[in-house]
């Protein structure tokens, strides 16, 4: 079955429902879980890298505390988001899995790696950095700029946010944005709430002003480090320092593309996640 047609589930995480999704493509194996950006549903996952990751893995995404569906407040920072994905994981008595983190998501993987190593197998790191990194304009001016071109110009944000302006990238947005639409509008997750995001925007601001990343020395878990090569969001330096500042890592940019280069170059990306999660 389609990331697009699996039903939504709740499970109960210390009295808080936590929404989530699965493609289970091959049981028994090690999970792989999926933690999504700032702003993101469980809707916002491209079904293209669902579906091709399920290919050969049990699938999991949700919706942490507060966004979306599940209950409860968005804390404000990312350790207390690692702690809430945390017991996510251990209230679906899950031992071992895999982790993909993009964005946000890839921060909030980096605290859990870092706090709870007895979870994680290995860790994907999609268009992130790590605490203190190099970064640009803010991620609420980045974003209130993003909406402001977009609503000119008659685009959905992502189309600025994700992908670079050539015409290459932009029809990359257009496939992107139209897998997004292929669930059925009766089982669609609830948009985040205008208090999720600013909760999101707090955490990622203490993210980029945190003193030093000195704790990835700690990671031994073998690390996939992506992104595009024009990330307007979380400048793509930053995925070079990750990969630098990891003790096992490997690292992959794509071509023509920005922050969501996982969305526009979805074939590779799937191909390279596989065989590095099968190595």
Do not use: C
């Not at 549903?41 to 293209?48: M, R």
């Not at 993987?109 to 268009?127: H, M, N, S």
């Not at 985040?192 to 700690?218: D, F, H, R, Y």
């Amino acid at each position: 079955m389609s990331y697009k047609d699996v039903p939504t589930k709740t499970v109960d995480v210390d009295g808080v429902p936590f929404t989530y999704r699965q493609v289970v493509g091959a049981e028994g194996d090690v999970p792989l879980v999926l933690l999504h950006h700032l702003t993101a549903v469980l809707d916002d996952w491209d079904p293209a890298v669902v579906d091709g990751l399920a290919s050969e893995r049990h699938v999991i995404t949700f919706d942490n505390r507060g966004v979306g569906g599940s209950g409860g407040m968005t804390p404000d920072s990312v350790e207390a988001m690692a702690d809430d994905a945390v017991a996510f994981l251990e209230a679906l008595g899950l031992g071992t899995v895999d982790l993909l983190g993009f964005s946000l998501g890839g921060m909030v993987a980096q605290v859990v790696a870092q706090q709870r190593p007895d979870l994680v197998r290995r860790l994907i790191l999609a268009g992130t950095g790590p605490a203190g990194g190099k970064g640009g304009a803010s991620g609420a001016e980045v974003l209130q700029s993003a909406i402001q071109q977009a609503s000119a110009e008659g685009r959905h944000p992502k189309h600025i946010l994700f992908f670079s302006p050539t015409p290459t990238s932009q029809a990359a947005a257009d496939a992107f944005l139209g897998r997004l639409d292929g669930r059925t509008q009766l089982d669609r997750d609830t948009p985040v709430s205008n208090e999720t995001i600013g909760a999101q925007l707090t955490a990622l601001a203490k993210w980029e002003q945190g003193t030093s990343p000195a704790g990835l020395a700690t990671v031994a878990q073998p690390v996939l480090v992506v992104n595009g090569d024009e990330d307007i969001i979380l400048p793509t330096i930053n995925s070079f320092e990750l990969a630098q500042l990891l003790p096992n890592a490997q690292l992959s940019i794509y071509p023509d593309s920005g922050h969501g280069g996982i969305f526009q170059h979805h074939t590779l990306f799937v191909q390279q996640t596989l065989g590095f999660l099968r190595d």
